[in-house]
C-alpha cells in the first residue's frame, strides 16, 4: 500500500499544490512505502501566517492551562507507544526496542514542559528605590521552526516542541523527507490533548520550504539539528534575517579506555554506544581512545569477538531482536562504504568489515565495522562517519588522549573510563566537550539539563530543552514600577533610585 505524506495546518491534513515529492523507501527491505510533498515556499509563508494568527491566543491562555495539554500529550503518548515506535522502525530502519527507548527520551522533555508554570516565573525586587518596585516578566517570542533530522523523527521534535509550545509559542516541524510520518501523528495527538487549532503545524519540504522559514519576517525562532556545514548555514542566514538561532551540528566523540578501567565493561559500553541505531546518531562513540598499547591490544581483541557477533538485520519481526537494523537509505549506505574504503586506503587496519554484510534482507545494510591504528590525520578519524564504523586510536598517555579530543574541530560528546576518580575529576575540567561521561559512554542529558556541545557542533549560545530551552522560546521583560501618591514635579536628570 502506497502512502502520501503531506502538511498538518491549522488543525487538518492538508495536501500540497506543489508538483514535487520524494519518494521514501522501508529501509529493512528497499521497497518503496510511498511519497512525501515537497511543498512550495508560498505554502511556506502561508502555514507561517497561520501560526502567527493562532499565537496570540495561545500566549494569552494561563500557563497552567498549557500546561494540562502537556500532561494530556504525554498520556497520548504513552498510549500510542508501540504504533509510533513501529512507525519510526518502518520510516528509519532502528530496531523496535530502539525507537521505544527514542520516544521515552523524548517523553522526558515533555514531562519537564509540563512544570512550566513554574519555569516561568520571574523575579521581583520590592522597593529597589523608594515605593519603586521592579519585576521580570518571561514571556513568549512569537511563531517558532523546527527543522529536525531523519535519525530521530520523534525524539529530537520532541526536544522541541513542547517546550516551545508550554512557553506560550505557536511551532511549525520541518521534519526529515526521509522519514516524515511521525510528524502527523505527533500533530494529531496535540490536537487530541487539546492543544488549538493552528498552534501547532507541519510543513513538508526540502531546502526550498527550509530558505522560505529562515526568510519569513513573522518567524522569530529557528531550532535546527543536523550536520555541521547545515547547522552553520541556518545559523548564518536566519541570524541575518534577525532571528534567534540555535543549530547543534555533527560530532566525531572519542571514549578514553584508561589502562586501569573495567574492560568488560567499557567493551560493552562501546558495543552499545557505537553500533546502536546503526551508528546514526549524534552522540555516537566513533572513536575508542585505548591509552598504552597493551591496553589497546586487549581492547580491540574483545572488540572484534563482539562485532563479529553483532546480529544485524531488520527491525521488525524478528525474534530475539536484531542488535543493530540498517542505514536510513541506499545513498547513505553507500557513503558509509566510502568511508570504509577510505579508511582502508589510507593506512588503517581493518579488523572487521561490515561491508558485505548478509542480513538476510534486501535492504541497506552495513555490518559492524572496526579499524585499529587510526591515526589523526585519516579521514574516518576527521569526518563524521554516521554509520556503524569504531576506529580505535593508540595514546601514548591520558595527556596525549586529552590533546587529542581537545584538538578536533567538533565538540559534542566524551567519556572517559577509569578507576581513578583523581583521573575522572581531571577529565571532566580539562577536556573541552559539552558533554562528558565519566564511565558512562553516551552522557546525554536528562530533560531537566540542556543538551548540546561545543567548538562546531553548535552555533548560537543556548542549547537544547532544559532551562536553555526555556530560555530561548522566551524573553526576558523588565518592569520598573511607581504608584505616585499624588502629583509629582518633573525631573529632567538621568533616573536614579534615591
Known sequence: MSILVS??????????????????????TGERRGQVQLSTAQE???????????QAAWQATPPLQRARVMFKFKQLLEENADDLATLIT????????????ELTRGLEVVEFSCGIPHLLKGEHSLNVGREIDSYSMMQPVGVCVGITPFNFPVMVPLWMIPVSLACGNSFILKPSEKDPSAALVLAKLLQQAGLPDGVFNVVQGDKEVVDALLESPDVAAVSFVGSTPIAEAIYAKGSANGKRVQALGGAKNHLVVMPDADLDGAVNAIMGAAYGAAGERCMAISVAVA????????LVAKLKEKVEALRVGPGLGVTPENE???????????????????????????????????AGSPGYFVGGTLFDNVTEDMTIYKEEIFGPVLSV?????????????????FGNGT????????TARNFTEQIEIGMVGVNVPIPVPMAFHSFGGWKRSIFGPLNVHGNDGVRFYT????????????????????????
Not at 475 to 498: N, Y
Open 393 to 409: 586510536v593508540r595514546a601514548d598517555d591520558y595527556q596525549h588522549a586529552v590533546n587529542m579530543i581537545n584538538e578536533h574541530e
Open 415 to 422: 567519556a572517559i573510563f577509569t578507576r581513578d576518580g583523581d
Open 291 to 298: 591509552v598504552g598499547d597493551d591496553t589497546a591490544d586487549r
Open 7 to 28: 502538511n498538518f495546518i491549522n488543525g487538518s491534513v492538508v495536501e500540497s499544490k506543489s508538483s514535487r515529492s520524494a519518494d521514501l523507501y522501508n529501509p529493512a
Open 324 to 358: 543493530m537494523g540498517p542505514l536510513v537509505s541506499e545513498p547513505h549506505k553507500n557513503k558509509v562504504v566510502e568511508y570504509i574504503q577510505s579508511g582502508v586506503d589510507q593506512g588503517a587496519k581493518l579488523v572487521v568489515d561490515g561491508r558485505n554484510y548478509d
Open 475 to 498: 524573553r526576558m521583560k523588565t518592569v520598573t514600577a511607581r504608584w505616585p501618591k499624588g502629583q509629582r514635579e518633573s525631573e529632567f536628570v538621568m533616573p536614579t533610585m534615591k
Open 90 to 101: 518502518e520510516e528509519h530502519g532502528k530496531v523496535h526496542s530502539d525507537a521505544l527507548g
Open 44 to 54: 511556506a509563508e502561508e502555514v507561517v501566517q497561520v501560526a502567527k494568527n493562532a
